[in-house]
């Protein structure tokens, strides 16, 4: 079995282990490893493993360094776990503006797959004393230590373990996963990293340690962040002026996690549980935008994800349902009152074309004055402020002698006769019919009743 | 029927008397002048293609004739490039248009009274002729937790255009006029678990084919995912069409549900399957 394994020390102290981590030395109070020397070094690669930062990490191992896993070293005291543990214990001054640490590990066994769900299942421990929070650190998110029954257990292809000496079918790994743990500001608290063998002293796993760093990101428990997936949201689509709670489903959320909508980062993301979070909405302008979230260490897209809309966008334009008079006199001089619906304070009236002066009423009415116009027919068009408009073809009837009786035209006739151009009476307008142009005004009403009643009485006769 | 031209003629007479200037021994009955008759029709009209509407001459009268027996005339005197129209019960004080065609139609009429007198004043009703409305889409599927999404594509557009494809991420889309709602299409409910239908409404569609898809967006976290689809089709308030699509199997799947010719409300139908990616469809989702 080939082994890559470059090492830059050999038997590291708990100092060179703290460092290779990037642990920030002025914040080590005290480091101490326990266990063999054999089962720790200082690594830059492990097969195709490279650090997540700086040149190198820590590596410890129930076996030897070096050694294949497989069968594996069973180390002092024979053939009991006892002498197969390496323990690395770090004594850290919290700094006044950390609410949290994390680090990174990758846990690989060669427990897998001949030994999954037996009792010799090797583990991997993160313990933290402290104020803010005490406890394994390292677990699942069922409760599960690590080891090969966790869940997080999952790089098991032999090509994703080139050269670790885990490949070729001899066992697999976690990847690597950040592990966030709660931290007061200025307490001192105690991070023991510890790997064992259990039931026996063979078949050895190891756990690479890198990328400790302080966070401001509070939580309440240890969160271990391993592949983020988003897959849908409901509802999906909302209002430009956001403000819309949405629930982020998916996979891998943790309370670190922030959700963006097109990069605008959302106006508050709630941690309900690894499946969902619950956003709301900020303001965007009407599109598609693809939803991000983020967690600490890691982050998925949704494309396509929300759909802002304009819920005011457009509006209703006029209509013209009926112009009352329908018939006007050609003269002008009418009130029209035209119904209908949507019409807006501060519209247009146009007949044939012509802008008229118009009262708005309300929105189903407005009135009009008529102005002259041929007899014929005429279009109305009214446009609201916005440009929208409707137009009406032949909405009213320019008509001499509109209608019958022509009792209007005869108050006119009576009052002020109208004799025209040509001094004949009004041209069209009821007069008798004999166009003889008799002087109304001087004939008394009763000689025009007894006029009639008289011709009633000759049809009668007829 | 003759009583006004009665009393026109007494008029006449007292007229002749009360205007001693006028020349001595003309013949009041020569002087009679009998009046045109007036024709009104309108106002005017709006309605759908395919309705009926009776054109009104009811305020047609005569200036010599209180109560005037008319013959009518009635004609179209403008219409639409090749429209299709009929005009009915043309010599009726009553008659009859509809027009298969949209546009303006005018329709003339004339009266003659019992004098044979034509009137020679316009009377004309204008008709506008306008499309149909209220296009309405409902989609529903058979099983809960997985998300089909419907689309309308407008005449000549292509699926999930953002101009073109009414559906969730374009729920809005400005068609027609611009800034005229009426004529926008509004995906009104976008439901996400079939529980409800997925509701696309326009009120005043331009006319044209349009084109229906049912995508299947997401099947979420259902345990059981082949869903099948139930697409209504609505004009007019009334329901044009239910068909059951084909089974779709899983995310990515599209339903060609069918083709909507909107200047005859003719819905035709298809089962043809296909998939977003082959439609030209953007990643989402994913």
Redesign the interface.
Known sequence: MLLLFLSTAYAATAADLSQSMAVPTADVVQATFQGHAVTNDVLTQLGILTPNEGIDFAYMTTGRVGSPPEPGEDLPPMGRPQGDRATLTLQLKVPANANSLAFDFYFLSAEYPEYVGTQYNDEFTANVTGTAWSGNAAQDSQGNNISVNSALFSVTQSNQLTGTGFDKGVGGGTGWLTTLVPANPGDVLTLEFSIFDASDGVYDSSVLLDDFYWSESEISTPVIVGDLDV??L????GPTAGGVTTSV?GEGFNETCTASFDGVEAVSTTFVDESELVAEVPPHA?A?VDVVVECIGVSNK????Y?Y???E?????PVID??EP??LDPLGGELVTVIGQDFVDGLQLFLDGDLVAATWLDATRLEFESPAHD???AAIEIVNP???LDY??????Y????????EDTAVVDTQNPDTGDDGSASS?K?D????????VG??PGV??SL??G???F??RSQ | MRASVCCVLLVACSDYELNPQDPVGSDPIEELVLAEPVAVTGPSVRMKRGEETVLDSSMSFDPDDEEPVFEYVWWVENEPQDAVYTLSEVESAAALFSAESLGVFEVGLLVIDEDGLESTNPALTSIEILPYEQMELRLTWDIPDVDLDLHLVRPNGSYYSETDDCYFGNPLPDWGVLGDRRDDPFLETDSEDGNSPETIRLQVPEEGVYEVFVHYFDSRDATQIYATPSLEIRAEGQVLSLDVGPKLYGPGKVWKAGVLDWSTLTWTPSTVLTTHSDLGGPPVNQ
């Not at chain 1, 949704?302 to 994800?305: A, H, K, Q, V």
């Not at chain 1, 009406?392 to 009837?397: E, F, I, P, S």
């Not at chain 1, 008798?432 to 002087?439: K, L, R, W, Y």
């Open positions: 897959d849908f409901s509802p999906k689509r489903f009407a598609l949704l494309i396509g994800g759909t809309y304009d819920e966008a457009g509006a209703l334009p009926a112009v329908y018939t007899p014929g027919l916005d440009g929208l009406r073809d032949g909405a009213v009837l008509l001499e002698n509109p209608t019958w009786p022509p069209g009821m008798g019919g004999c166009g003889c142009g008799a002087p001087v004939v000689f025009w006029m009639f008289l011709g009633l000759w049809r």
